[in-house]
């Protein structure tokens, strides 16, 4: 069975002319920018530049604990999340030193477990752990009040002081300021391309957690109707709280998007303008990214047939002269190009067309994709130095149809 690494290597480093060893590395870093979007009706698009990586010391890679210091083992997802920016949030931590208090003024070594070997709880000897130093910042909680006593559940575990990166931490910003989202360029980017039109009637065929449906609504100017499909009850139901209290042109339905047509009894539109997959995929383009364990060829090929279930269920609601965007958060080619390819073999009613705006690079020459296919697709990459946008990796392909 395939590594991660060796993954990586067939589907994008080799395809993409980038080394295998930069890529891992990169991976571990968090994007450049932090971007965010305005959620207003009479604005189309707004981007802030709010943070950026310069010159990251290298040495902090080489750190290590010294006698005396205080040490936070956290989890995997908390370590990532500390990694842009983000204060560590109790559930996020998996064990720490004996002699933590709340409200000492120490600075913290956090680091994340990458193999997930540290027990719950553990208060020393973390030296036979592989770990990744994420920052440091102040403790809001005791060892007490976290392992013994267990009243700590939720809130800040850990004020971030010294961030591996200087990233900004935005949950209190975003708290009292609902009308900006945090979303990655290339995301923005997808919609935009899209490009949806006031009175028009969309399809947005994976919606959670909303960030496209509610740009979409923007765009449009609260005007025609967005179908957002969302598989998960719970997802569908967090993502109607949000688009209730900005947009009335948005209709969540749970429902799984490769048997649309099969579901006579949702009351939704069988002819769209536009339509929107931005496809469940391996997700191998997200950064920070500090454990591949999801990770495996199975996997790959689970996202592959969704993804063409996905295709063909929706392929026939559009409209002649609509327009179909195709988008992942992966840079491996057989959830991309590969797709593409499929797509116009199986679908001759589909062609590809250009992206505008165009901020990242061409695609992958495949089989069934040529050289000038691959010119209309648009890819942003993990790897900086091939990229002009220093972002997740993302993929997006605009089809018209016939």
């Known amino acids: 069975m395939q590594t991660t690494r ?31 979007r305005f959620n207003q009706m009479s604005s189309c698009f707004s981007e802030m530049c709010v943070g950026a990586r310069e010159n990251p010391v290298s040495a902090m890679d080489e750190k290590h604990p010294e006698d005396g210091d205080l040490l936070v083992i956290v989890d995997v997802l908390a370590g990532e999340s500390c990694l842009r920016g983000a204060d560590l949030f109790v559930p996020g931590i998996m064990a720490c ?64 002081d010294q961030p591996r990166y200087p990233l900004p931490s935005l949950s209190e910003f975003l708290a009292v300021h609902p009308a900006f989202m945090a979303q990655n360029v290339p995301s923005c980017v997808a919609v935009q391309v899209l490009n949806p039109q006031p009175g028009e009637t969309i399809l947005d065929c994976c919606a959670a957690p909303g960030g496209k449906t509610l740009h ?27 688009v209730n209290k900005l947009y009335s042109n948005i209709e969540v339905f749970c429902a799984d ?50 993804q063409k279930s996905i ?28 797709l593409v390819s499929w797509m ?7 062609y590809l067309v250009e992206q505008a705006p165009y901020l990242g690079r061409s695609g992958f020459v495949r089989e069934g994709v040529t050289e000038e296919c691959a010119g209309l697709l648009q890819r942003f990459d993990v790897v900086p130095s091939v990229s002009s946008v220093d972002s997740i990796g993302f993929f997006i392909a605009l089809f018209e149809k016939k």
């Open 97 to 160: 030193s004996a002699n933590i208090r709340k409200g000492d003024h120490v600075t913290l070594w956090q680091y994340c477990d990458v193999n997930a070997k540290c027990l719950y709880g553990r208060l020393s000897g973390f030296s036979d752990l592989k770990l990744y130093y994420v920052g440091s910042g102040i403790a809001r909680v005791s060892r007490e009040e976290l392992f013994a006593k267990k009243e700590c559940t939720s809130g800040v575990g850990v004020a971030i």
């Open 6 to 36: 060796e993954m990586y290597h067939a589907e994008y480093c080799t395809p993409g002319g980038i080394s295998n060893d930069e890529c891992m590395e990169e991976l571990r870093v968090p994007p450049l920018t932090t971007s965010l």
């Open 216 to 242: 979409i609504a923007s765009l449009m100017h609260g005007t025609g109707r967005v179908i957002a499909i969302e598989k998960s009850a719970k997802r569908a139901a967090a993502l109607s709280s949000i």
């Open 257 to 306: 998007a490769s048997k649309l047509s099969e579901r006579k009894e949702l009351s939704i539109p069988y002819v769209y303008d536009r339509i929107l997959i931005d496809a469940p995929c391996s997700g191998s383009g997200n950064r920070p990214r500090l454990s591949f364990k999801s990770f495996s060829p199975n996997q790959l090929k689970s996202c592959q047939r969704i």
């Open 311 to 338: 295709v063909k269920s929706v392929v026939p609601l559009l409209k002649p002269g609509g327009r179909l965007l195709y988008s992942t958060c992966s840079v491996f080619a057989s959830e991309n190009e590969d």
């Open 344 to 350: 116009l073999k199986e679908f001759p009613e589909l």
